[in-house]
């Protein structure tokens, strides 16, 4: 079965500073990934996804995330943080089967210091 | 943009009780889910369904069941509510049958069984 890690609980960036997420899959062909950010007390928002072509895939809220097959990663970045990016980002695996299934990571929360 | 409502915000029920959390959407999609969130495990699929009438065990059925009487709705069901079910349940619903869509998430319902 597929699994998603995301190794950090907790990162804290300060405000202006990068930020880099990882995120780690286990599955045999390469799988369908999306990175959703959810602010405190709402639902998930799609931040961007990745099916095929250009690895470096550009999101909203000024995020990017680039596909590395070989290390089976797909990290999420930003090149400078703002006090509003304070929210949880979740990894998520799609796999091409009936029922459009995702399986997702345990999250990581990020904390801006002004 | 798509619309996933969830009935309740926050709900506190009693161990026993039988409780029903509803979900609708507003873009005719065919798959729904259900969620529950808790802090360090990420989201669990609880059940979701691709159909009309149709539904599928999650991860984590144990405990639960769902309905789905009409395409818009889909309604999860603690059938004698314990205190481990307390958690945030999140609801989404995607388009089609190729894990390639992403799913639209409600803001989600906080319950706390007593």
């Known amino acids: 079965a597929q699994s998603v890690t995301q190794p950090d609980i907790h990162i804290t960036v300060s405000e202006g500073a990068s930020l880099e997420l990882r995120c780690n899959y286990s599955?045999?062909?390469?799988?369908?990934l999306f990175w959703y950010v959810q602010s405190p007390g709402q639902g998930l928002q799609l931040l961007l996804k990745?099916?095929?072509?250009?690895?470096l895939v550009q999101g909203i809220k000024g995020f990017e995330a680039e596909f590395k097959r070989s290390q089976s990663s797909f990290n999420l970045r930003k090149p400078s943080v703002h006090w509003s990016d304070a929210a949880e980002y979740f990894c998520a695996v799609g796999i091409g089967a009936a029922g459009n299934k995702l399986t997702f990571g345990g999250g990581t929360r990020v904390l801006v210091k002004p | 943009d798509v619309k996933v409502t969830q009935s309740s915000r926050y709900l506190v029920k009693r161990t026993g009780e039988k409780v029903f959390l509803e979900c609708v959407q507003d873009m005719d999609h065919e798959n729904m889910f259900w969620y529950r969130q808790d802090p360090g495990l990420g989201l669990r699929l609880i059940y979701f369904s691709y159909d009309v009438k149709m539904k599928e065990k999650g991860d984590i059925p144990e405990g639960y069941s769902v309905s789905r009487e009409k395409k818009e709705r889909f309604s999860l069901i603690l059938e004698s509510a314990s205190t481990n079910q307390t958690s945030m349940y999140l609801c989404a619903s995607s388009k089609g049958r190729n894990s390639n869509q992403p799913q639209h998430f409600g803001d989600g319902t906080r319950l706390s069984i007593l």
């Open positions: 599955y045999g062909a390469t799988p369908y």
């Open positions: 990745y099916f095929s072509g250009d690895t």
